[in-house]
């Protein structure tokens, strides 16, 4: 099976809009700030996300539970893709929700969000 993006003219006024109104707020137990949506691809079986997350996130450093920005990347020992994969897990109940606004299903899986940038 070749996997290609679909190219439709509802494919395009869809992205259009959805980088028009691409930013919402997150504020939960776990995570405190904005996340913006820089692309989106539309496949034949299911759809792609890349976003930009500006914020903290409530997580475990050095046995202690504390707010951690993106400065605790330049830590040595901490891990960018253990961080991206927390913040996938925790951002994408609410991109779901803001996603179908515009009528796009995202599906559970592990490459529905496939970029993560951390600012």
Not at 57 to 69: K, M, Q, T, V
Not at 96 to 113: A, E, S
């Amino acid at each position: 099976m070749s996997r290609y993006c679909l190219n439709t003219p509802e494919v395009k006024k869809t992205k259009k809009f959805l980088l028009k109104y691409n930013e919402f707020e997150i504020k939960s137990n776990n995570l405190d700030g904005k996340v913006r949506i820089t692309n989106w691809r539309k496949y034949p079986y299911y759809n792609e996300v890349d976003i930009t997350f500006e914020g903290q996130i409530w997580a475990n450093y050095n046995r202690n539970l504390c707010w951690i920005d993106s400065s605790i990347l330049k830590v040595e020992g901490v891990s960018l893709i253990r961080c991206n994969k927390m913040i996938r897990k925790r951002v994408w109940k609410d991109l779901r929700c803001f996603l179908c606004y515009f009528g796009i299903n995202l599906k559970v899986g592990q490459y529905t969000i496939k970029k993560v940038k951390w600012i």
